[in-house]
């Protein structure tokens, strides 16, 4: 295996470790930790260079899974205790999403790029349309995870508020 792999693995392991560390619950985490195994998986096993679209899937599904994460740690309830408007609640939350989504992803492309660069690992392509690619996507898979869980938390309390027979917002 080679050294870059190998260093993918033991971040894995550092991510791992942290993640049990937080105590997310399993519903969040085991997906999350999954699909990080699943991404080092396929960076090991050149699958990135095989199949084209599985880059497109692990930048948009990993980030997601990872905002899922960041919201129900931080409880970011925006959706829940504004008294803004709804889909202001909702956008609110999108965009922490995104802004989280993209700095993890951000921060992802300045190690494919330190690779390649400075420590001559030639498995990942940096050029330009692929980091374009990587970020949008991750921006994507980021701003579906932070509507989804906008939405979810919009939905429980307004069950919580009609349980509860007061008006709902």
């Given amino acids: 295996?080679?050294?870059?792999?190998?260093?993918?693995?033991?971040?894995?392991?550092?991510?791992?470790?942290?993640?049990?560390?937080?105590?997310?619950?399993?519903?969040?985490?085991?997906?999350?930790?999954?699909?990080?195994?699943?991404?080092?998986?396929?960076?090991?096993?050149?699958?990135?260079?095989?199949?084209?679209?599985?880059?497109?899937?692990?930048?948009?599904?990993?980030?997601?899974?990872?905002?899922?994460?960041?919201?129900?740690?931080?409880?970011?309830?925006?959706?829940?205790?504004?008294?803004?408007?709804?889909?202001?609640?909702?956008?609110?939350?999108?965009a922490i999403s995104i802004g989280f989504g993209l700095a993890i992803g951000t921060v992802w492309e300045m190690y494919e790029w330190l690779s390649a660069n400075w420590f001559s690992v030639r498995t990942i392509s940096i050029d330009g349309p692929d980091t374009i690619d990587d970020l949008t996507a991750t921006a994507c898979g980021s701003a579906l995870a932070g509507a989804w869980f906008a939405r979810v938390e919009l939905h429980r309390r307004r069950g919580r508020l009609r349980a509860a027979g007061t008006v709902d917002l």
Wanted: with cysteine; aromatic share 8%.
């Fill in 1 to 94: 295996m080679p050294a870059e792999s190998q260093l993918r693995f033991c971040l894995l392991l550092a991510v791992l470790l942290i993640l049990r560390r937080v105590r997310l619950p399993a519903r969040v985490e085991i997906p999350l930790g999954v699909a990080l195994f699943l991404a080092t998986l396929a960076g090991a096993a050149n699958w990135y260079r095989a199949f084209g679209w599985l880059d497109w899937v692990a930048h948009t599904v990993v980030p997601a899974l990872a905002c899922l994460a960041f919201c129900h740690h931080r409880s970011v309830r925006l959706a829940s205790r504004s008294a803004e408007p709804a889909t202001r609640r909702v956008l609110a939350v999108v």
